[in-house]
């Protein structure tokens, strides 16, 4: 299982009509080409100091390579060009593959 993530900071005077908008028009749309996909919002408990804003996390759970390229390629663009429409500022966004290894 590989897992596609997009980490946000939203500024605080968008985040609930971002994260509204995040549930009910982009996740719905995007979730039925993966396994999974989750949101996430980020409490930093140590080493990050001066996020300014609210961090979330947009997982996408892919069970194969079709999945993790379809994210890849077309999701995340996707994802990006919805959000800048809507909010064409107050955002930030990068993205990373995270690769299960192993469970305890």
């Given at each position: 299982?590989?897992?596609?993530n ?5 500024e605080n005077?968008?985040e ?5 908008y995040?549930?009910s028009e982009?996740?719905p ?5 993966v ?5 996430l919002?980020v409490t930093?408990?140590d080493g ?9 996390s947009?997982?996408?759970?892919c ?5 993790i ?6 999701g995340h ?17 990068f993205?990373?593959?995270?690769e299960?290894?192993?469970s305890y």
């Amino acid at each position: 299982m590989n897992i596609y993530n997009v980490t946000f900071i939203v500024e605080n005077e968008i985040e609930k009509d971002w994260v509204a908008y995040i549930d009910s028009e982009i996740l719905p749309e995007l979730g039925k080409n993966v396994h999974q996909v989750d949101l996430l919002k980020v409490t930093f408990e140590d080493g990050v100091n001066n996020v300014k804003g609210t961090t979330f996390s947009l997982q996408f759970y892919c069970k194969d390579n079709d999945m993790i390229n379809w994210v890849k390629e077309i999701g995340h663009q996707i994802l990006l060009q919805k959000l800048y429409r809507k909010f064409p500022k107050n955002w930030v966004a990068f993205a990373s593959k995270l690769e299960f290894i192993k469970s305890y």
